[in-house]
């Protein structure tokens, strides 16, 4: 599923919880083609729904769910798609200011999403999904607002994002094996 795709379908979590499952099932959605079929049915919105309670139930079997998906479980999401393909998904810390996003830009641009979990005075709190690149700009995908919308990758290296609802990026759930 393309960028463009994903923000004229405006997919919104379906609760004030379920980011990481919304973005798991947006990631696995872009990742395989059976997978975003259900999506595009007709009744794929309350299969959206389900799906998102679903997958919270399967990451989160011993984290509580009301704290949301850990970077762990959001890379097992993710994996059980790209596994197919040949690639596994890991997490790794933001590391700052030096924070080349290397790894995080070749990804996407070889078409693999990136899960980017974010917050605020040392608290993460929200996933958003980094879809596609372009010139000096990232495009992620917000699931609160069903919006795809592009970030300066200097905001996310500076924690100064703005439009995703919290300003400091804390980890990103990367392809093992790209490039």
Known sequence: MKP???????????????????????????????????LLNPDGEAWFAAEQGRIHAAVNRIWPRQLGTTPAGMARALTDHSAKRGVTYRWRRFRGARDALSDVRSAVDEGWPV??????????????????????????????SGKVLPIDPAAVRGARLTGLGFPRPFAFVVPDQVG
């Open 115 to 144: 899960a980017m979990l974010i917050g605020e005075r040392g608290i993460p709190r929200h996933w958003v999904l980094i879809v596609g690149a372009g010139q000096d700009v990232l495009e992620c995908y917000e699931p609160s």
């Open 4 to 38: 463009a795709r994903l923000a004229a379908l405006r997919l919104r979590q379906r609760d004030g919880i379920t980011c990481g499952p919304t973005v798991a099932v947006v990631a696995g959605a872009m990742l395989d083609h059976t997978y975003s079929a259900e």
